[in-house]
């Protein structure tokens, strides 16, 4: 097949099919993403293989991943997808005289609780053309998301650092310390500061994913400092939820090690937060985009409403332990 012949069959709709089914693991669930029904994504990724001339995913996987021709594919069409977005936004912006456009940034849950309604307000007060739609997921779940696409931005910490580390820019939004969620009765006299190392007789409850791949345990900065501390083998149980930490704290299975703003978005009843001290016990989290070029208009509007913002809470609050 001739390249101008390739080039006509190149539709953005069996793009976004190609990397909803990378995002979501499937041709069913990339189906839900994009309100298609899963023969209609199938079809789209038929057309691709057969503009191509080559298999791009491996169907005999479960979730099912990509060939290498897929893996060498993946770049292009993300990177034409995104062209194509830049494109509509900037001819808009010269159209109209005025900034506008849709962005969608995503957000871990307790990131998204502390900035998504401010970042919200401070868009409508300065550039009220661009909506700014939130997408959230865990750490891993915005790596990918952004990857393929499904987001214009990501609120995420800089560890673990992402597998596409040179295809991606990132700005620091704040830093914020490690916490120890004890329960009440552990140490009635509530001591503002605990060192990791004196954990070492207690079950640890942390961050992560209890199931899936090594990099949903491994790589976080609790992960990093419990290893420096040499007690990682201490920890009983993960979760990527904060309310699910407390809860377990509460009810005796442990100490929780998290990040400070993710207990202060919580219900900290019954609770007491203490700042972790020891090597590593702090957190980063930036803002990140697609490299390989300028952001489109309405994008950049965003990140530097990001910037403004106030950050994240970097002490803990006299009280934080309500009663």
């Avoid at 995913?57 to 991943?65: A, E, G, K, L, N």
């Avoid at 005796?252 to 202060?264: D, E, K, Q």
């Amino acid at each position: 097949m001739v390249l101008s012949d390739r080039l006509a069959g190149l539709k953005v709709d069996r793009l976004r099919s190609f990397l909803a089914v990378v995002r979501h693991g499937s041709f069913s669930a990339a189906g839900d993403a994009l309100f298609l029904s899963q023969p209609r994504v199938s079809s789209h990724i038929g057309d691709l293989e057969r503009l191509f001339g080559t298999q791009l995913f491996d169907r005999s996987r479960h979730p099912i991943t990509l060939t290498e021709s897929g893996r060498r594919l993946l770049p292009h069409l993300q990177a034409a997808v995104e062209a194509l977005g830049a494109a509509v936004h900037d001819a808009g912006d010269v159209d109209s005289g005025t900034l506008g456009g849709l962005v969608t940034i995503g957000m871990y849950p307790s990131a998204a609780a502390h900035l998504y309604g401010d970042l919200v307000r401070e868009m409508n007060r300065t550039q009220p053309g661009v909506e700014v739609v939130l997408w959230e997921g865990s750490t891993l779940e915005l790596e990918v998301a952004l990857q393929t696409g499904d987001i214009d931005l990501a609120v995420r910490p800089a560890l673990p650092a992402p597998d596409n580390a040179d295809r991606v820019v990132s700005r620091t939004l704040w830093r914020e310390p490690l916490v120890a969620v004890l329960p009440r009765d552990l140490l009635p006299s509530a001591p503002p500061v605990v060192r990791i190392g004196d954990l070492v007789d207690q079950p640890i409850i942390t961050i992560g994913s209890p199931q899936g791949p090594a990099r949903s345990t491994h790589g976080f900065e609790s992960t990093a400092a419990l290893e420096a501390a040499g007690i990682l083998d201490a920890v009983a149980y993960r979760t990527n939820q904060p309310q699910t930490l407390v809860g377990l704290v509460k009810a005796g299975h442990g100490i929780g090690i998290t990040n400070l703003l993710a207990v202060r978005t919580s219900n900290r009843e019954d609770v007491h937060v203490a700042r972790l001290e020891g090597e590593g016990c702090s957190r980063e989290v930036a803002l990140w985009w697609r490299g390989g070029g300028r952001p489109p208009a309405a994008v950049e509007a965003v990140i530097d409403a990001c910037e403004r913002l106030p950050k994240a809470p970097i002490t803990i609050a006299k009280h934080t332990d309500s009663r």
